[in-house]
């Protein structure tokens, strides 16, 4: 890479990692190609990204980010998994970690809080945004259900003793 493609790089990293709102660092070393193209794969699937780059490019892309203090986290073979949701990159790398024994996570970051491997795996147990959405809609929904329910009940039973009423004046 020239140096004018270096600071390309380094520029719009750094535009990614600002938005980003959670990342996970991990080592790799050990990983076939297609190992890494399966995490690739189930990232994007997530709504995440992973990628392979220099440390130093990294380190500088982090500068003036909230995630600027993972910056020690990069030595060696190191691979970053960064999301817009704050669970889907701890998701990917737990479960890819789990499977795969050279994929060590070293840690992270959701926005400037520091997160440890602990941290990391606390977050992949949690739900995403679209199913705690799916269970808030379903909780919305259901007293909404139970409300109509309650209303038309009253509504039916005076229907049933009027009809009982209409009937009993008819058979006389």
């Known amino acids: 890479m020239e140096r004018s493609e270096k600071q390309k790089f380094v520029s719009d990293f750094n535009e990614v990692l600002s938005s980003a709102g959670v990342a996970v660092v991990a080592h790799y070393a050990g990983l076939s190609v297609s190992q890494m193209t399966q995490l690739r794969a189930e990232a994007r699937e997530a709504g995440g990204t992973v990628k392979v780059a220099k440390n130093r490019l990294v380190k500088l892309a982090l500068q003036g980010t909230e995630l600027e ?28 970690a789990k499977d795969n024994e050279d994929f060590k996570i070293l840690g992270g970051a959701l926005g400037s809080t520091n997160l440890d491997v602990a941290g990391v795996n606390a977050l992949a147990t949690m739900p995403s945004l679209d199913e705690l959405r799916g269970k808030l809609v379903g909780m919305i929904q259901t007293p909404a259900s139970r409300i109509a329910q309650v209303t038309s009940a009253p509504a039916g039973q005076l229907a049933r003793v009027f009809n009982a009423y209409a009937e009993k004046d008819q058979a006389a």
């Not at 970053?80 to 737990?94: C, G, L, R, T």
């Open 69 to 96: 203090h993972i910056s020690d986290l990069f030595k060696g073979p190191t691979v970053i998994v960064f999301s817009d949701d704050p669970v889907a990159a701890p998701k990917v790398s737990a479960k890819f």
